[in-house]
């Protein structure tokens, strides 16, 4: 079975901290995907990353940052957390085109304060 | 950017009962997928649907595709309390780089 994990599943934090989210998974995916999850709004696209050190913008990337040193890493940084960055992050990835079915892990909840 | 809007926002049923959601998206696409989300985790695929084809089944589930509408229904059948959960559909962005998410059904069923 694929597995992808995320390194937490709550966080809490103080406005101002670097923040990092690590997502990895096992099934040596190309595609990788981080996106939140917002009451309303529904899951909207941060990064994504085809390859290693490969990234880009989704549709909302102001405030945050992506890393992919290993193909089966892929990482988020909130370079200075704030409050409207709380939120459920969640991390995804495909293999071969990037339209292809995803594989969610089961998500990080972030609390800034 | 192009999405997916399903509808109804939210539905109550009674077990035995069938569901249907809809979807409508607004540009060309290469495939359609429904995935569903227990309270507070990760999305799970549930069944995928390519342009080309009009109807796909997987177990209780029934996926319908009108790409002249540029919509999709998902049709659970026999409902279970354990159907409970939330319902996105996702197309591809016209650059086939990503999937965009719809902002979800929510299902609710009662025994």
């Known amino acids: 079975d694929v597995k992808v994990t995320q390194s937490s599943r709550y966080l809490v934090k103080r406005t101002g901290e670097k923040v990092f989210l690590e997502c990895v998974q096992d099934?040596?995916?190309?595609?990788m995907f981080w996106y939140r999850q917002d009451p309303g709004l529904g899951l909207r696209l941060i990064y994504f990353?085809?390859?290693?050190?490969?990234?880009e913008k989704g549709d909302i990337p102001e405030g945050y940052s992506v890393s992919r040193e290993k193909k089966e890493r892929f990482s988020l940084i909130l370079e200075s957390a704030s409050t409207n960055q709380t939120s459920m992050y969640l991390c995804?990835?495909?293999?071969?085109?990037?339209?292809?079915?995803?594989?969610f892990g089961p998500g990080t909840r972030l609390t800034v304060l | 950017s192009q999405q997916g809007e399903e509808d109804p926002q939210a539905l109550s049923i009674q077990e035995g009962e069938n569901a249907t959601m809809n979807c409508s998206y607004k540009?060309?696409?290469?495939?359609l997928q429904w995935y569903r989300q227990n309270s507070g985790r990760g999305l799970v695929h549930l069944i995928l649907?390519?342009?080309?084809?009009r109807e796909k089944h997987s177990g209780r589930l029934r996926v319908t595709l009108d790409t002249s509408k540029k919509s999709s229904s998902l049709l659970i059948t026999a409902s279970r309390a354990a159907d409970t959960a939330s319902y996105f559909c996702?197309?591809?962005?016209?650059?086939?780089?990503?999937?965009?998410f719809g902002k979800g059904t929510t299902l609710s069923v009662s025994s």
């Open positions: 099934m040596d995916h190309e595609n």
């Open positions: 649907i390519r342009s080309n084809e």
């Open positions: 995804a990835s495909s293999p071969g085109l990037a339209y292809n079915e995803q594989f």
């Open positions: 996702a197309t591809d962005n016209q650059a086939g780089t990503a999937l965009i």
């Open positions: 540009t060309s696409i290469n495939n």
């Open positions: 990353s085809y390859d290693v050190k490969m990234k």
